[in-house]
């Protein structure tokens, strides 16, 4: 049976519609839909189950521990805070990492996402831009055009002064083994969580941590002992 040209181009609408509900209302959908080059794997399949959950609220608090090369920074730092911004431009997310410059690249990374047309067609939020001066746009923090949530990018040893946080998410908070295995490094990310992040989380706050895991006495082993 062939189809004419006009039953082709209403098939294609057919799909499109589908992908970009399914989009909507799933993270892993949403990340083939606006991340052309992303190819899903048996790990990113269970990853992604985990952090769809996370994006709906289901779980507040989340540590995740895999190797390196898994691509686990672009999902829980990038496709993550876009795709949870688009179901809610009320949402303050912090992204922290072992230093401002990467948390700002994931950061500009998120923005750029939110700008391609296949994310504007599922969600309308925006990042504020060189052109919205009434909001915030630093390399640091953007302010949700229309809408009073934000997403905020720091090194652990920045800070998250102003408005509380939502969604804190801590992605790659040692640089390397040696970061992990130092003693001082260690005691600063643990004083940083105590005294700078935990005071800007409420009661429904949500956390996720994610990191490969070099050393027992990491922030991940003190949360679990305490």
């Known amino acids: 049976l062939m189809l004419t040209d006009a039953e082709l181009f209403e098939l294609e609408k057919l ?20 991340f052309q080059k992303f190819s899903a794997t048996w790990f990113h399949d269970h990853y992604y189950r985990i952090l769809d959950l996370f994006a709906k609220g289901k779980i507040k608090k989340l540590i995740i521990s895999v190797p390196p090369q898994h ?12 795709f949870m911004i688009g179901r809610d431009p009320e949402l303050k997310i912090a992204t922290v990492c072992y230093s401002a410059t990467k948390a700002r690249k994931f950061g500009r990374k998120t923005k750029q996402l939110m700008t391609e047309r296949s994310y504007q067609s599922c969600f309308g939020a925006r990042l504020a831009g060189m052109g919205d001066s009434n909001y915030i746009n630093t390399a640091e923090e953007m302010e949700i055009v229309g809408a009073d949530g934000s997403l905020k990018c720091v090194g652990y040893e ?3 002064t102003g408005d509380p946080v939502d969604v804190l998410i801590m992605d790659d908070l040692y640089k390397s083994w040696a970061e992990s295995n130092s003693p001082v490094i260690r005691e600063n990310v643990r ?10 989380l409420h009661n429904d706050s949500q956390q996720l941590i994610v990191f490969t895991r070099w050393n027992n006495e990491d922030l991940i082993g003190f949360i679990e002992a305490s």
């Open 158 to 160: 920045g800070g998250l």
């Open 71 to 82: 691509g686990k920074s672009q999902n829980s730092s990038i496709q993550l805070p876009a």
């Open 15 to 34: 799909v499109e519609i589908e992908r970009k509900e399914s989009a909507q209302e799933n993270l892993l959908s949403f990340t083939k839909y606006t």
């Open 191 to 200: 004083d940083w969580y105590i005294s700078v992040a935990d005071t800007r």
